[in-house]
């Protein structure tokens, strides 16, 4: 709820106690919390082989992409770092044309002078974490308003923040962890020249497409490789030729044992957001509002991109990062109401929540602290008409046409010009708005856009309360009688907005008039308008949704002091454990844990975009030319599966086994584990991962790149045979 206007953390309950192998856990806790059951699993390392801020460790080796889009980890001594291909995707969309379709053909840097500089792309170094709660709420009181409350943390905070990064390169955030009843600080070295070395063709890196996506059986070899570069003296500079390859305080070696059922692994990333903590109001509301929107709007415009992108090689590359982002939450909403569903998830919430108000009417004391939590939550959901509205504002508006996003950016130009602005700051603008132009208009094709916000239109209209509708629906009713097509058809004719050359003339010699008439940022100055409604609504209730979820996990806490929680993902650094192994779905049906390059051909679908395989990779299996990537079988293992808790931003994570080496990457989960950001069930619920020895093998044997394995340090200890010899014995 409130999610379009409000930066509010959602948290989700399902089961106070976690067990082991469930819980995204801060690492810098896990001497506390959870070393002694991890080395009973099958861990040998210690909490501070793990994490140290005063020698090397495993978090050295792993970063965060983009401030935590995805994650990566290092695999060499000079900053080579390996993630999804998925993660890297926009990067390959982004170098690609039709004289050099990387995404079609795949990249493969044979020298670091070929490797390519990606503006914008930033690895994220975590330098340490520390519990700052004390501090940041030192002088909070239960009588505060909620704006005082808010005040007092804030400073807190930024204080905090400044004296962590004072004399340093550092970037800190002090973020709010089990619902602001905690507080932690994170200080990070984030670096700015991350290039592009490698990449598979989608055949590989993106096979089996949006079919295969959050499924298992898996074959996806999703991989891709980057580097990182600092100043010559180590320190993170912006692209320079001068700049040198980063050596790392840590790099994970690799190890070519493979793995079997029951081997302790651990996922190391930056997971986004889960909402394990969420009431069952909240679950109500993503179930019935939340997901219903997102698949409604989402399958609308997704159906006129792929027609587009049907039509041609270049509108492929164009449009292939676009379709896939908005693809893989469609997907994915569709999955997480099946599994709520299936996993009677709302009961659950509402069970636990019976028990806590028991517990809390047991104790006037505690009736005074907590008794108002879930009253003030249940409260903020009661009218839902502003929400709706605010979800498909999102969807239809700002996440939909990509024009009217565009022309928000051209808001700060038009106050300039409105205002009388010196020839300085007008000029500022219209440099800021130039610089992106050649970016966005090489991926985009006005016409296909014009055919998604008519759509998109027609959504919001029939589906939202006309209260709501933004003020560009009256013309839309009046001069075209309510025909979305004709109306937005007559836009994209008069606006300079979508097409380069219009748009690089009208800043030549930028006009108020102009601007003012200008079709389309009418419209995106009518949409804003809307927003700024919608989020007084939603403001009103947001404070009692905010201090009644506090108080809410608050009491969880309390009633559970005795037990082990973990917080909520949010995009910091997260260490989960658990087992590689297969699951039962449903009744009849056992799922191996590990696929082979055998089933990879056995999917083939010559010609076809998500199953086709290419001829070399074919040549290869059929000579079983494997090298030293088979299993003992002389199988080539493509993907696994683990109980390892993930979610998104762990894209690229690497899967770690108990000897601190690198085993895989993970990058989905199945379809039974889309409830899994609010409920975990780690007896359905799987951390789909490519195996290390598929990736090496496809860098290897099928793109011939030995220099990039000739980097990492490979690792065969042969104890993995042995145990497997001994198992077939036994």
Known sequence: MKKLFLAVVAFALLQVTARADEGMWLPALIQKLNIVDMQKMGCELSADDIYSINNSSLKDAVVALDHGSCTAELVSAKGLLLTNHHCGYGEIQEHSSVEHDYLKDGFWARSMDEELPNPGKTVSFLVRIEDVTSRVLDGVTSTMTDEERNEKIQKASFQIQKEATAETDYEARVQSLFEGNQYFLFVYETFRDVRLVGAPPASIGKFGGDTDNWMWPRHTGDFSIFRVYCSPDGKPAEYS????????????????????????????????????????????????????????????????????????????????????????????????????????????????????????????????????????????????????????????????????????????????????????????????????????????????????????????????????????????????????????????????????????????????????????????????????????????????????????????????????????????????????????????????????????????????????????????????????????????????TTNNDITGGNSGSPVINGKGELIGLAFDGNWEAMSGDIAFEPELQKCICVDIRFVLWTIDKFAGAKNLIDEMTLVKTGTRLEKEMATSAN
């Open 241 to 640: 030729e001068d700049n040198v390859p980063y050596e790392p305080k840590h790099f994970l070696p690799v190890s070519l044992d493979g793995v079997a059922e029951g081997d302790f692994t651990m996922v190391m990333g930056y997971p986004g957001r889960t909402n394990r903590y969420k009431s069952s109001f909240g679950v109500e509301y993503t179930m019935n509002v939340t997901n219903p929107v997102r698949i409604n709007a989402r399958s609308v415009k997704l159906a006129i991109l792929k027609d587009y992108m049907n039509s041609s090689q270049k509108a492929n590359i164009q449009y292939a990062s676009k379709y896939a982002r908005s693809s893989n939450y469609y997907k994915y909403s569709i999955g997480q109401n099946k599994g709520l569903e299936a996993l009677h998830v709302v009961d659950k919430k509402k069970a636990l929540e019976a028990e806590l108000t028991n517990w809390i009417n047991q104790s006037e004391e505690r009736k005074e602290k907590y008794g108002d939590a879930l009253s003030l939550i249940e409260g903020a959901f009661k009218e839902q008409r502003d929400d709706i509205a605010s979800e498909y504002l999102m969807e239809t508006m700002f996440r939909g046409p990509e024009i009217f996003a565009f022309a928000m950016n051209l808001k700060g130009l038009h106050e300039a010009l409105k205002s009388g602005a010196s020839e300085d700051r007008i000029s500022a603008n219209v440099e800021r708005i130039k610089s992106r132009l050649d970016e966005y208009f090489k991926d985009y094709d006005a016409l296909t856009d014009e055919k998604v916000a008519a759509a998109l239109i027609d959504v919001y209209k029939k589906n939202v309360d006309p209260t709501f509708y933004p003020t560009f629906f009256a013309d839309l009713d009046k001069r075209y009688k309510g025909d979305a097509n004709v109306f937005m058809a007559d836009v994209f004719k008069k606006t300079v907005l979508a097409d380069q050359a219009m748009l690089e003339a009208f800043l030549e010699k930028p006009s108020l008039k102009v601007l003012d008439k200008d079709p389309a940022f009418v419209i995106a100055e009518s949409i804003l308008r809307e927003a700024t409604i919608l989020s007084e609504f939603v403001n009103r209730t947001s404070g009692d949704l905010m201090k009644g979820r506090r108080l809410f996990v608050a009491a969880l806490m309390e009633m559970e002091k005795s037990s082990k929680l973990y917080p909520d993902a949010n995009s910091t650094m997260r260490l989960t454990y658990g087992t590689v192994g297969d699951y039962v779905p449903r009744d009849g049906v056992r799922y191996n844990y590990y696929t082979t390059l055998k089933g990879y051909i056995e999917k083939e679908i010559p010609g076809d975009d998500e199953f086709d395989v290419p001829s070399r990779l074919k040549d290869l299996y059929y000579a079983k030319d494997f090298g030293d990537y088979a299993d003992q079988n002389g199988e080539l293992i493509t993907c696994f």
